[in-house]
């Protein structure tokens, strides 16, 4: 519960982040009479919907951002093709335990794109299958990789 909590305030800070940063280029084009914050503030008095919709999105966020999936590999056999796979993926080893690796993202602005949420472990399922656990867009993203890689319909 705490990890997702966390999850949904680091989501919340990106937003308000996003949404600081285009009023400010509205501002410094001219696009606005007002300050950002002039404007922010009015917007959300207008527009209470969008803070509701805002809300919403923070909370569901984590529960859809973040997946487990399995593949056909094994975590011992194939162990130096899951290393190649994830390296060229942007991932390096971070720490291993029996049965689980734990890789992370290699370059900062690749830690920053998917808000400091950059690690995928990697965990035994039994013989012959492993399950990835991480933020959606890489895991879906590695799980294909290793798919193609292998060569395999799974």
């Given at each position: 519960m705490v990890k997702y909590l966390i999850r949904s305030l680091k989501y919340l800070l990106t937003l308000v982040v996003l949404v600081a940063a285009l009023y400010a280029l509205a501002y410094a084009t001219g696009s606005m009479s007002q300050s950002p914050?002039?404007?922010?503030?009015?917007?959300?008095?207008?527009?209470?919907?969008?803070?509701?919709?805002?809300?919403?999105?923070?909370?569901?966020?984590?529960?859809m951002g973040y997946v487990k999936r399995t593949v056909h590999l094994d975590l011992k056999s194939d162990r130096a093709t899951i290393d190649e796979v994830m390296e060229r993926a942007g991932f390096k080893v971070e720490r291993e335990a029996?049965?689980?690796?734990?890789?992370?993202?290699?370059?900062?602005?690749?830690?920053?794109?998917?808000?400091?949420?950059?690690?995928?472990?990697?965990t035994s399922e039994g013989e012959g299958y492993i399950q990835m656990d991480g933020i959606r867009r890489a895991v879906v993203s590695i799980e294909y990789r290793m798919k193609a890689y292998c060569g395999r319909e799974q």
């Open positions: 914050l002039e404007s922010l503030y009015e917007g959300f008095a207008r527009n209470r919907m969008l803070l509701w919709l805002l809300v919403a999105l923070v909370l569901v966020y984590p529960a029996e049965g689980t690796v734990t890789y992370r993202a290699e370059s900062a602005l690749r830690r920053i794109w998917l808000m400091c949420e950059d690690r995928i472990t990697v």
